[in-house]
T-cell receptor, first 112, second 111 residues
Framework: NAGVTQTPKFQVLKTGQSMTLQCAQD?????MSWYRQDPGMGLRLIHY???????DQGEVPNGYNVSRSTTEDFPLRLLSAAPSQTSVYFC???????????FGSGTRLTVV | DAKTTQPTSMDCAEGRAANLPCNHS???????VYWYRQIHSQGPQYIIH???NNETNEMASLIITEDRKSSTLILPHATLRDTAVYYC????????????FGQGTTLQVKP
C-alpha cells in the first residue's frame, strides 16, 4: 500500500491562478479530508467526504472546491488563488469514521 | 463535539515516561478520545483512541478517568524522536467523520 499520496509536494502560484491539489489513497478508505496548516498554527479542516459522491464543508471552506467521484481520489481545487491561501495542505483518509486517520505528507503552496 | 484543554508545552527526559494530560470535562457518553501527534513539518500521525476503557498499543497507552472528564497519554520510554505536537481530540461516534484539531501540546524530549 502506498498510503495517502499527495501531489505536488511543492507549488508556487500567482494570485488569481487556479489549480488542483491531488490526493489519492489505495486503502479503500471511505472517509477523506483536507486540512490546511498555516505557519506556526494548528490544522484547520477545509472539506471532508464520507464516501464517493458525498462531500461537506469543514471549518474554512471558502475559496476551495472538492469532488469525490471515486473512493480513491479526493482532489482539492483552488478557484482563484490568493496570498492568504499560502499554507501547507494535508489530505487524510480513514476506513471508518471511528478509526484513526492516515495523513499524507502534505503539499506546500505559496501564492505570490 | 466536546472541547479539550491541553498544556501548551511540556518537557520530558529521554528514556523516562512522558505523561500528556487532556481535560475534556464536557465529554458526552458517545464521544471518543483520540490522540494524534505531528512531528515537525510532517503529516499528523494517529496514535490511539478510546471510549471508556484504558487502551494500549505499540506506541502508547491511553488512560481515561472513570468520570471520563480527563485523560492521559503515556509514552512509556520517550525518545528524542517523540518530540512533537500532541493533539487530544474528542469526537462523537455519531459524527460523520469530521476531525477538528485544537492547538495541542508541544512535547520536547531532552537528552
Amino acid at each position: 500500500n502506498a498510503g495517502v499520496t499527495q501531489t505536488p509536494k511543492f507549488q508556487v502560484l500567482k494570485t488569481g491562478q487556479s489549480m488542483t491539489l491531488q490526493c489519492a489513497q489505495d486503502m479503500n478508505h471511505e472517509y477523506m479530508s483536507w486540512y490546511r496548516q498555516d505557519p506556526g498554527m494548528g490544522l484547520r479542516l477545509i472539506h471532508y467526504s464520507v464516501g464517493a459522491g458525498i462531500t461537506d464543508q469543514g471549518e474554512v471552506p471558502n475559496g476551495y472546491n472538492v469532488s469525490r467521484s471515486t473512493t480513491e481520489d479526493f482532489p482539492l481545487r483552488l478557484l482563484s488563488a490568493a496570498p492568504s491561501q499560502t499554507s501547507v495542505y494535508f489530505c487524510a483518509s480513514s476506513y471508518t469514521k471511528d478509526l484513526g486517520y492516515t495523513f499524507g505528507s502534505g503539499t506546500r503552496l505559496t501564492v505570490v | 463535539d466536546a472541547k479539550t484543554t491541553q498544556p501548551t508545552s511540556m518537557d520530558c527526559a529521554e528514556g523516562r515516561a512522558a505523561n500528556l494530560p487532556c481535560n475534556h470535562s464536557t465529554i458526552s457518553g458517545n464521544e471518543y478520545v483520540y490522540w494524534y501527534r505531528q512531528i515537525h513539518s510532517q503529516g499528523p500521525q494517529y496514535i490511539i483512541h478510546g471510549l471508556k476503557n484504558n487502551e494500549t498499543n505499540e506506541m502508547a497507552s491511553l488512560i481515561i478517568t472513570e468520570d471520563r472528564k480527563s485523560s492521559t497519554l503515556i509514552l512509556p520510554h520517550a525518545t528524542l524522536r517523540d518530540t512533537a505536537v500532541y493533539y487530544c481530540i474528542v469526537r462523537a461516534s455519531s459524527n460523520t467523520g469530521k476531525l477538528i484539531f485544537g492547538q495541542g501540546t508541544t512535547l520536547q524530549v531532552k537528552p
